[in-house]
């Protein structure tokens, strides 16, 4: 069983900076990506940008140059750096990896419960 525990969400005010983490802890053989979606309310789940174990990081327009997305592989971590925040980034944030548990066995996809993000003054 693979869990997937974020953290770092809560109040900031416009312009302002938060660091999201999200650890996978269980049965963990390998990871191919890690990434970072959100929900606001009335809205779909969105991606926010994933980081593929190996391969090129990607992320949604609205978050370029702004939101960075890093990993710690040794420590099965994702991170997400928020700046320049607009209270349109409102929103939950979740964690979202695909991982296999052991040689040979495919791959699943994990969501985390998610962290609450409020961008308001």
């Known amino acids: 069983q693979v869990q997937l525990v974020e953290s770092g969400g809560g109040l900031v005010q416009p312009g302002g900076s938060l660091r999201l983490s999200c650890a996978a802890s269980?049965?963990?053989?390998?990871?191919?990506?890690m990434g970072w979606y959100r929900q606001a309310p009335g809205k779909q789940r969105e991606l926010v940008a994933n980081?593929?174990?190996?391969?090129?990081?990607n992320y949604a327009d609205f978050v370029k140059g702004r939101f960075t997305i890093s990993r710690d592989n040794a420590e099965n971590t994702v991170y997400l750096q928020m700046n320049s925040l607009k209270p349109e980034d409102t929103a939950v944030y979740y964690c979202?990896?695909?991982?296999?548990?052991?040689?040979?066995?495919?791959?699943?996809?994990?969501w985390g419960r998610g962290t609450q993000v409020t961008v308001s003054s």
């Open positions: 980081k593929p174990t190996g391969g090129n990081t």
């Open positions: 979202n990896a695909l991982i296999s548990s052991a040689v040979g066995v495919a791959g699943s996809w994990y």
């Open positions: 269980g049965s963990i053989f390998r990871i191919a990506t």
